[in-house]
């Protein structure tokens, strides 16, 4: 049984809709719902049922509501008292991060926090930039590090219970192999509509990529490749003979040497924040800070 579907199931009962617990949690109403209905093929038991007035306990669910209460109190103060002995032995740090984060920095940043902070232990998993937000409003997460978009920092549902802070700005621009046909002439945006792409779906790099197109009255390039992983998306170029949208940052040495060029097409430039968020209320702050001061530095180039 999951402990936060039964917190969820309080929160209905509480409110008596679904819509409005959604809300309250931060969650979509679809979510939420099949949270529920996961809760009670766990119990083998049916908690609400529709009315006019909105979602009310069936029998066995007012049964379970005083026992579930009971067991979220039990799980909070195990989790206090853990806490406690956690903070005694240097403490956890929980850090989500989206799988296209600069790995050179995070690991580093990581090697000189817990260097200063003796037996602190972190915790590192990775997601969307959604996924990441969701982490932090639930408590799962301590830190979220991500890609946005130069025009946004958080939502503005979540910009009273978020704090955003940038670390450095990246570049998306157009990619080509080097021999790539589309090298021949002079990049133009009219040009690249007979090419196949690899692009990234996200950090909006697709749809920003389409709209581009869309806006210059031009048809939308076949995108033969989408991936999550900016690794892929290299491939794509590299190996795949498609053109690709990529960061600067993840490039470097493919530019460097030669295998890559950057097409200069201003109207598939896109700039990028990379930043770290955490909960205006988190409890953890100064390990927040000095990681944030950690890759900083290593952002700009500091040594030890």
């Excluded at 209460?69 to 002995?85: F, K, M, P, Q, Y």
């Excluded at 403490?91 to 260097?115: H, Q, V």
């Excluded at 040497?257 to 430039?269: E, K, M, Q, S, W």
């Amino acid at each position: 049984m999951n402990l936060k579907h039964l917190a969820q199931f309080m929160e209905v009962a509480r409110l008596g809709s679904y819509g409005q617990a959604a809300k309250a949690l931060y969650l979509s109403q679809p979510t939420l719902t099949r949270n529920i209905r996961s809760l009670e093929a766990d119990l083998g038991i049916v908690l609400f049922e529709r009315s006019p007035r909105g979602s009310l306990l069936t029998a066995e669910g007012s049964r379970l509501l005083p026992l579930a209460a009971s067991v979220l109190n039990e799980a909070e103060r195990l989790t206090a008292d853990i806490g406690v002995r956690r903070a005694r032995s240097g403490g956890r740090l929980l850090i989500g991060a989206s799988p296209n984060f600069y790995l050179d920095l995070l690991p580093e940043a990581i090697a000189r926090l817990t260097a200063d902070e003796q037996g602190l232990n972190v915790r590192v998993s990775s997601g969307t930039r959604e996924a990441l937000i969701d982490n932090l409003l639930t408590g799962d997460s301590d830190v979220g590090i991500c890609q946005i978009p130069d025009y946004i920092y958080t939502e503005k549902e979540h910009a009273s219970q978020l704090v955003f802070h940038s670390i450095e700005e990246d570049l998306v621009s157009a990619y080509a192999a080097a021999g790539h046909p589309a090298l021949r002439e002079a990049p133009r945006l009219e040009t690249m509509v007979q090419h196949c792409w690899a692009v990234p779906f996200e950090m909006s790099v697709s749809y920003r990529f389409e709209s581009a197109f869309f806006r210059n009255n031009l048809p939308i390039p076949i995108q033969s490749l989408n991936a999550s992983s900016i690794s892929m998306t290299k491939i794509g170029a590299l190996r795949l003979g498609l053109l690709a949208m990529l960061p600067a940052s993840s490039v470097v040495s493919e530019v460097g040497d030669g295998r890559l060029v950057r097409l200069d097409v201003p109207a598939l430039d896109f700039r990028y924040v990379t930043g770290l968020m955490h909960r205006t209320d988190c409890t953890n702050l100064h390990l927040i800070q000095r990681l944030l001061g950690h890759l900083r530095t290593l952002a700009d180039g500091g040594g030890a």
